[in-house]
């Protein structure tokens, strides 16, 4: 097929290793697909065990001199990568939704998201500072020293193609570590053109290298978790594989950085600015579809404002346009495969069943293609539905009613996920109080979505 890249030399289809593109030994690969169309756009080579291994040798190997580099240095890099990826911002958009069927419009925006790591870290990679500590013995002084881990292995999901592999890739690099990433099998081509740009930025070779995988991803997930030349692995995903992946680290007791499965609870009191709610939950629950860890899946709003809540919502959804992500007038995409559909639709089913209300949505959308569902409200939520407990990672709004503050925090914390929260009010007093409570990573107060603004959690006056 015909793509339409301004720099057609960012589509690459072989792994990076070493600073060389290379295929499989055993010649295999698999086959990438448009999610809209469900044609293939490329073929990627099937790295298994041993071709994993070579990669891991080669980031040792550079491992040895590019720990010795300045800071400085590092910082020039990956700047110099940064930059790239914003003159390229069109090519790795078209790209991210080629492959993940996200917007054009979300995904020149993750492009910018996911440089703006490579920026930060660029600026951190020269203030890498240690700490002096008062001993106890008059004689000793104590310093702690910054030293690189040495090689991560670095495990990036499909949702974010770009963004979460540079959040992964950034610190490790600016610290003097050397990377193997493995990319993930539904959007390598994202990963393939960031590691042209990591090529062209200068990076050494064997500093940064990048593998795919699908059929073997098990198996490269199981090497890159237990060789003990791997010091560090980073995971974003789900929770499932987040334990298996914990496991088999504990047989070299590597340092791990995860990123599982989230249930995050949104909360509208009754003293909530209602339309800042409404956008903020639309931002949270239906960015790229429902398809970010950090989702809302738990709406949980007062009674008194909850019949004008639902109201809101269900003209904010009907204003979305679901369609292919390179139509203009595109709001939404479809999810990422049809596996991905079923289970939302097992989510939307067993709510009704047992007694949720359906407002808006509730069936695939067959006519657009096998993996698009419908943007879909329901209200009358209820403790013991699937939702509760399990994420579903679509664009599903499971509205629940409370009656007081202290019903909504038990909600919201009766889970066993935590990683992100959500909550609307306009008593200072009660941000602070429900704030502490909520038993999650992260707290949106008055704000629906943490990034690209990561580092401000309250919304700005309008
Ligand atoms: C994710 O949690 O899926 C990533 C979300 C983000 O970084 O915005």
Redesign the pocket.
Known sequence: MELKLEDPSLLKTECYVAGRWVGARSGKQFSVDNPSTCDVVAKCPEFDSVDTESAIGSAKNAFNSFRKTTPRSRATLLRRWYELMIENVEDLAYIITLENGKPLADSRTEVRYAASFLEWFSEEAPRIYGDTMQATNPSCRIVTLREPVGVCGLIA?W??PA??IT?KAGPALAAGCTIVVKAPGETPLTALALAELAHRAGFPAGVVNVITTLENTADVGRILTTHPTIKKVSF?GSTGVGKLLMSQSASTLKKLSF?LG?NAPFIVFEDADLDAAVRGLMASKFRISGQ???CANRILVHRDVYDEFLVKVVEAVRAFVVGDGFKEETTHGPLVHDRAVAKVHEHVTDAVTKGARLLLGGEPLTHLGPNYFGLTVLADMRPGMKICHEETFGPVAAVFAFESEQEAIALANDSNVG?AGYFYSKDVTRCWRIAEALEVGMVGVNVGK??PC?FIFFEKPH
Do not use: D, I, K
């Open positions: 999901p949702n974010f963004a979460m959040r974003t990123e989230g970010t860890c950090v990683l943490y990034s990561t």
